[in-house]
């Protein structure tokens, strides 16, 4: 397929480029990837495109990013992650998308995210980490095919409430099982409360709650803990 992978990767001096009438294009990994004055891009896409890995990774001044044609891409992996200066995140078509690790991690000024079609997501590792600005998780994830969650959340300092029960089970061979990686994952949130459906903890220390300061209230449905 057409790429435009790494097309203007390290192009630390670029502060324009004009809108990319890219219809046929079907990858765009790291395609801006440490354009550091960078502060809009305009992209026109089709559903050719199926993978967004890094495309946007250290744009330290992206402000703006246009609304573009996601609904074939399977991971946005790292795709604006160290954003520090993006403000707030096109709402997506991303019922594909089975990744998104890191995807906004370090995106210091964004205050929330979309709440967009979650339902195909394996690994959220890291997806909001260090999202200082955002207050409210989306009410649209889903967590039926998930198998990490692990720092998902960490250090979004504003988020106050995880509305979400969760099976998590360190020994799972499958989502179906629970969620496997979990460790860390709302660390320095300021959550009162948290429901579990399942926990079961069969490989040492998960971390689950570590630094959650604010934690007044726990419910598992289900608890083994050895």
Known sequence: ????????????????????????????????????????????????????????????????????DTSNVTTFQNMFLDCESLFNIPNFNVGKCTNFASTFKFCFNINYIPNMNFSNVINYNSMCSTCYKIKNVPTTLDFLQTTNIANMFENCINI?????????????????DGIKDYSYFLRNTKITEISFGKYFKTNGDSYILNGVSSLKKITVDDFNGS
């Open 160 to 176: 106050t409430e995880f509305p979400y029960k969760l099976n998590l089970n360190s020994s799972a061979t499958t989502a179906s």
């Open 1 to 68: 397929g057409k790429t435009l992978n790494s097309i203007f990767r390290y192009c630390s001096n670029l502060i324009y480029v004009p809108l990319l009438n890219v219809p046929n294009i079907t990858l765009l990994s790291y395609s801006f990837g440490e354009c550091n004055k960078l502060k809009t891009v305009k992209l026109i896409t089709s559903n050719k495109l199926t993978t967004a890995l890094s495309t946007f990774e250290y744009c330290k001044n992206l402000i703006t990013v246009s609304l573009f």
